[in-house]
């Protein structure tokens, strides 16, 4: 017969074992027959001589001296690993049955070597079972215990566990340093283990036994388990013969080739943990008062079983599966990229994933928006090439998404980012004056969050994290792919706590009242607020209460446009996180798609033939959310027999991605300043108030906007002020003159008026921005062919400055627009001494003045020098710093209305579009967005102010404004 350890049965071939040896076969006669013999499987723990000193049956915690022992090391093979794994083996294969077989090598006796091998199994079977009387017995009674054993495990303890019992070397002498040792270790312990053992440095019976706890502790603590559960996994071990459970082979299966007679060997002295598969079961007539290899079926010549050994690896003890995690390719969501244009389908939607595009892409303005954008992302990514910046385009795609193109470890914490540079939008700033009070029918979203959804559904991929497992099968010692068909699952499991001063953790909200003083109407307003912006976020979060095992814990609830309160599973975007059936191409072209798994928030998917399988991640848009996924085999497949597994069991094959942290994409591009011009007078100059901060953008404002989840990027040209020459300032001029005239209604500019003329883009020697001819050089100016009703004209003429106030109003829009186009990645900042020269000009052009402007057009203008803003000292003209009025401007891009702008607005009852502005803030605390507030440094958003920019649909939120909130007194 041929002997095969693995062969598929042909035509009149049949497969048998040793075990069927004297079973009788009926065949047909006239015909040959094959008869294979297949080894039966066996699986194999090896301990070799590193757990066992020469001639000595103690089984050792750990080897080497103080110096080589470490206790961090999770791959070092150590005595209490080694128990563990015996376990855990067993675990996972609850069939099999066990044999402890010892081994020793060729020096010495014949029968004293069966008889240490007897006791080296003995003694790792009294381990396992906790039978302590016994092991204490081989210890103290077997004439074989060591004193290196003694120092072994004194200096074990003390490396591990700090005793203060080291033995001064391993050296196999019963010295003073060895006796001090041992009753270090006998004090030590008594008051550990609140016993009363003897302390005299002598090491008897009732010190092994001490030993012997301590190796149960240890084992303990490497299951994390307590005595019932250490007892449960002793009656999971099943063995051969309950009778006799180990057995001794002496010097008669070695592993080396004899060399000399009495030969030592290391590798040779051994114990093997062997596991064995029914029906295939070796018998042990071998074994009696000595060993007889001519009737072992386990080892030498007459073996009828295939070893396999089984692996030491802390991460693969008792499995013959393992999982690994990864990021699957984000591209293959995508639609593929073709023409590398910005017309191209693909490159628009990558554009927006990576937080360069912020237009919907079946807007009617998405062509030339996109063109911009591209443009713009070539710029910052230094990539003027098409090819090239499309390569950047999908190495971003990879790597930013989810931060470095990795999944946090499990403990550890990751950001996931999506676009968060949501501003108003033309749509929204034409419709209505009024657009920042965002009022709104009741109930209906806010205009913000309406535009993220919008721009969301039209870009399919935006929001889909892969999620993809690679399962392996060990096969003997090797490794590879699992098998196709395994089933996969990957669940949504509740996320750690972001530890303070984690990367992924966002700044403090404020959790301080305010109390601030300011000087309007000629009198000093104190006003002292009950609120804060950590109270009014954390009372919003704990708003809609958590349900018990709620993997979402305390992420955005679904009536604030989370998704916290929705099924995990399904296959809504916008609603859902983990998805089923659908399938992306080519994202699932060797992919299976994923169903709903019957353990809870958990889809299942099947392995392919790479043993790979993919889940669709799909996590709010809104920022600080957590989400954790933990992916495992359920069955666990195996010959014979599935075993189930939640994933949660010592024996499950499973690994969990870290917290990953909802963070948003938030950039800003453009920081550009048209200072006092050459020769301007030295009245304007008196007028802008000095000379023009410079604006903290790396700092303060990259700091407030990262409280709401905001990961802020200054781009280049934003690090710095960038000079707006007048050869720039023309052309914007230029550029912005038509699209205002076309956006002119009679209702704000009555009669005829010629922008052309009255706005001149050659020069401006004024330190107002948007330059306007004065009354009587535009009447004085060629016009050209009057229309019908001729021009108007300027002199002499009442509403000469509320008619430039309302062109200017028109006119600062298309500047911006000429710098942005509406397209490019983050913010742009203008700052200028004042908006337009008619302030310039006359005092009657105060009613003008304006700290500056916030709109559509992803820009905003700042105005006034550094003597306009708070100081530490002295009483300022305006209420907060510099920065704070960045801050202030810039919220109004981002969909921010006025807070209280007069003390008089504080406590008092709001109504019309007043009130809905006003409803759009905390009304317990003070925010930016007013004038109210006075900080030394830099003020701060309010609480509701935050959650809108952490992309929250904030008229989700009940308004709470309760009289009195905010006390304000004044004083003449």
């Known amino acids: ?84 794994a015996c376990y855990l083996h067993a675990e996972q294969m609850p069939s099999n049955k066990m044999l402890i077989a010892g081994h020793t090598d060729r020096s010495g006796p014949d029968d004293y070597n069966f008889t240490l091998s007897e006791a080296r ?26 004193v290196e054993d003694l120092q072994q ?37 008594n008051i550990e283990f609140e016993q009363s053992i003897g302390e005299d440095g002598d090491p008897q019976g009732e010190t092994w036994g001490a030993f012997f706890d301590v190796y149960m502790m240890d084992l303990r603590l490497t299951l994390r388990v307590d005595d019932d559960g250490l007892q449960a996994y002793r009656d999971k071990l099943q063995f051969l013969d309950a009778d006799k459970p180990t057995v001794g082979c002496g010097e008669k299966h070695p592993i080396t080739e004899a060399v000399s007679s009495n030969q030592r060997s290391q590798v040779d002295r051994r114990v093997h943990v062997l596991f064995f598969d029914p029906p295939h079961l070796p018998a042990l007539d071998c074994h009696g008062e000595s060993c007889d290899p001519s009737l072992c079926q386990i080892y030498g010549a007459n073996r009828a079983f295939a070893f396999d050994p089984l692996p030491w690896e802390p991460n693969e003890v008792g499995r013959r599966f393992r999982v690994q995690l990864r990021l699957g390719d984000i591209s293959k969501l995508f639609t593929a990229v073709g023409s590398t244009t910005h017309s191209d389908t693909g490159i628009r939607q990558r554009l927006q994933a990576v937080g360069f595009l912020y237009e919907k892409l079946d807007s009617s303005d998405i062509a030339d928006v996109a063109q911009h954008a591209w443009e713009h992302f070539k710029l910052v990514e230094q990539k003027p090439v098409d090819a090239e ?49 965002n009022p709104g029918p009741a109930g209906s979203p806010h205009k913000k969050f309406t535009q993220e959804k919008e721009a969301w559904e039209a870009n399919p991929a935006l929001g889909l994290i892969p999620v993809e497992a690679f399962i392996e099968e060990r096969t003997g010692n090797d490794w590879g792919p699992a098998r196709p068909g395994v089933k996969v699952h990957f669940q949504l499991v509740e996320p750690d706590e972001i530890p303070a001063g984690s990367d992924a953790r966002a700044p403090a909200l404020r959790d301080t009242t305010l109390n601030t003083q300011k000087r309007k109407d000629g009198k000093t307003w104190t006003m002292v607020s009950t609120g804060s912006p950590k109270n009014y976020v954390d009372t919003e979060r704990a708003r809609v209460a958590v349900t018990a095992d709620d993997p979402q814990v305390d992420n955005a609830a679904t009536v604030v446009g989370g998704k916290r309160g929705n099924d995990v599973v399904g296959t809504d975007r916008m609603a859902n996180v983990l998805e089923i059936d659908n399938s992306h191409s080519p994202f699932h072209d060797t992919l299976n798609t994923a169903t709903a798994s019957p353990h809870d928030n958990a889809v299942e998917v099947e392995t392919n033939d790479a043993g790979q399988a993919a889940a669709i991640l799909m996590p709010s848009r809104t920022g600080g959310d957590r989400y954790k996924i933990r992916v495992w085999v359920d069955p666990i497949p195996e010959e014979g027999h599935d075993q189930a597994s939640s994933g949660t069991e010592t024996f499950a094959v499973a690994a969990e991605t870290g917290t990953m942290v909802v963070w948003r994409m938030f950039r800003f591009s453009k920081y550009i300043r048209w200072d006092y011009p050459a020769g301007v007078a030295r009245s304007e100059r008196r007028r802008g108030r000095g000379a023009l901060n410079n604006i903290d953008f790396s700092g303060v404002m990259a700091d407030e906007y990262a409280k709401a989840w905001l990961d802020v990027t200054v781009e280049a040209l934003a ?21 205002a005239q076309a956006r002119i209604t009679p209702d704000k500019v009555p009669g005829n008026w010629n922008l052309d003329v009255l706005l001149p883009h050659d020069t401006n020697p004024h330190a107002g921005l948007i330059r306007f001819l004065s009354a009587s050089e535009y009447d004085a100016a060629a016009k050209g062919p009057a229309p019908a009703g001729g021009w108007e004209e300027a002199v002499d003429n009442d509403d000469f400055l509320t008619i430039t106030n309302n062109i200017m109003r028109i006119m600062k829009d298309d500047v911006v627009h000429f710098f942005t186009r509406n397209a490019i990645s983050g913010l742009t900042v ?99 967005m007013g004038y ?30 309760a009289p009195g909130a905010i006390t304000v007194t004044s004083a003449p």
């Open 1 to 84: 017969m041929a002997d095969e350890t693995e062969s598929h049965p042909q035509q009149n071939e049949t497969l048998v074992t040793r075990q069927d040896f004297n079973t009788p076969f009926e065949r047909e006669t006239n015909q040959s027959y094959k008869f294979v013999l297949k080894a039966g499987s066996l699986r194999m723990l090896e301990f070799e001589d590193s757990h066992f000193h020469f001639n000595s049956a103690i089984f050792l915690p750990d080897h080497g001296g103080a110096d080589e022992i470490d206790p961090a090391d999770r791959n070092r093979v150590v005595g209490s690993q080694a128990l563990a």
């Open 121 to 146: 199994a003995n003694n790792m079977y009294h381990l396992l079972m906790g039978e302590k009387d016994a092991w204490v017995k081989i210890a103290v009674e077997d004439e074989r215990s060591k």
């Open 153 to 189: 495990i004194l200096t074990w303890i003390d490396v591990k566990f700090g005793y203060g019992c080291d033995p001064g070397g391993i050296n196999n002498h019963m010295n003073a340093a060895t006796r001090n040792a041992v009753l270090e270790f006998q004090k030590r312990y």
């Open 389 to 437: 910046a499309a390569a950047r385009l999908e190495e971003m795609l990879r790597e930013e998404i989810v931060d470095g193109g990795e999944f946090p470890e499990e403990g550890d914490f990751g950001k996931v980012r999506f676009p968060g540079s949501w501003c108003i939008r033309n749509d929204h700033h034409n419709a209505s004056p009024g657009f920042l009070s």
């Open 719 to 739: 690090r710095s002020p960038q000079t707006l020459t007048q050869a720039q300032w023309s052309e914007a001029i230029r550029y912005a003159k038509p699209r």
């Open 830 to 928: 203008i700052q200028t001494p004042m908006m337009s020269s008619i302030e310039s000009r006359t005092n009657a052009g105060a009613r003008l003045a304006r700290s500056g402007f916030g709109g559509p057009n992803r820009g905003c203008f700042l105005t006034f020098g550094s003597l306009t803003y708070a100081t530490p000292t002295g009483v300022p003209s305006f209420p907060y710093d510099h920065n704070s009025n960045t801050l202030h401007e810039c919220g109004h891009t981002l969909y921010g209305p006025h807070q209280f702008t007069h003390p008089n607005q504080i406590g008092a009852v709001a109504t019309g579009a007043g009130k809905a502005r006003l409803d759009e803030h905390d009304y317990g605390d003070l925010c930016i």
């Open 932 to 961: 109210m507030t006075r900080h030394p440094t830099t003020a701060d958003y309010c609480g509701r102010c935050s959650l809108m920019l952490a992309g929250w649909n904030t008229h989700g939120i009940p308004t709470n404004s």
